[in-house]
């Protein structure tokens, strides 16, 4: 392993100066500090992380606390590329990321809180966990730098979808398409959902079009068999929707079983909506009407903004910033 004393060797100057180069001291000359490191990338030195922890109580790694409710893990379509995005943006400034165990797994059974800590994580970005559990709540209270996503915390930073503007635009576009008989397989009980249900009601009653109770059915995320079922459910009416929604894009393949197993064309039958703009789901034909969702610009700003908390935790502002979805109109939603 190299040392700074190698180092020094090499350069012909003290340990002292090179510590102080590598550590930009502002007593070094930049002359003196680009030599000193373009030696030590030579000699293929690496500093003992365990040590500038200590040094400077920071690890330069980042917690991320993904819990997703349908066990899909990193497979999840949505939110994979959500955490591909603010990987790539933190590991390009410098941090490492690494998982907190998510319930049921946890590192001797502790708590995100007690994990964090154990782990010395300089942040932590938390997506898609049951918000109200009492750990998250532990570890929101907490002194370390959060930032959310898809949920809003007062004293936190939250990087969330405009799922208002999201539903709004698809529920016009489905109105403007002559529907009037709408339903609505929406997902579980969530900050997202209580978003994408209120702007579904309120659009349609501001177009004047009523929504019968039976045609809203709760339905988990993600959940094919359950969107399934409860699209058999919707068909099975004696006045069936027109057109359906469902709580997202990969949820929606279901609905679409159960429609073409009655021998139901989409969307001269009946017409689908998904939501999130999931790759598999543009590829499909018909291609599914849905909302593309920013996943990039999300997990980019939700890095970019817990860096800033990490790095200047006084002057940095606790703010909520809202990412706007585009409407792919595609072809599952017919003309009437």
Known sequence: MVSLKDISKACGVSVATVSK???DHSDISQETKRHVREVAEELGYRPNAAAQALKTNRTNNIGVLFVDEANSGLTHDY???????????????????TFINGAGNRLNNMSYLSHAIYRGFDGVMIACVDFSDTQVGELIASNIP?????????????????????????????????????????????????????????????????????????????????AYRATNQLLDLPDPPTCIFFPDDFAAF?????????????PEDVSVVGYDG??????????????????????????????????????????????????????????I
Do not use: C, W
């Open 146 to 226: 959060v930032v959310t996503i898809d949920h809003l915390f007062h004293n936190r930073t939250a990087i969330v979808s405009d799922n208002v503007k999201g539903m709004r635009d698809l529920t016009t576009y489905v109105y403007e398409q002559g529907h009037r008989k709408i339903a609505y397989i929406h997902g579980m009980e969530s900050s997202v959902t209580q978003g994408r249900l209120s702007s579904f009601y309120r659009t349609l009653q501001e177009h004047g079009v009523a929504v019968p109770d039976e045609y809203i059915i709760a339905s988990p995320y993600r959940d094919t068999e359950a």
């Open 21 to 23: 180069a590598l550590n």
């Open 79 to 97: 939110f994979n590329h959500v955490l591909d995005s603010f990987k790539r943006k933190a590991e390009d400034s410098g941090f490492d990321i």
């Open 254 to 266: 279901g609905g679409i079983n159960a429609i073409r197993q009655r021998g139901l064309r989409i």
């Open 278 to 335: 999931i790759e598999i789901a543009r590829r499909i034909s018909p291609v599914l009407t849905t909302i593309v969702q920013d996943t990039d610009k999300i997990g980019s700003l939700a890095a970019s903004k817990l860096i800033d908390l990490i790095n200047n935790p006084k002057g940095t502002l606790i703010e909520q910033i809202v990412v706007n979805g585009e409407l792919e109109k595609g072809e599952s939603v017919a003309k």
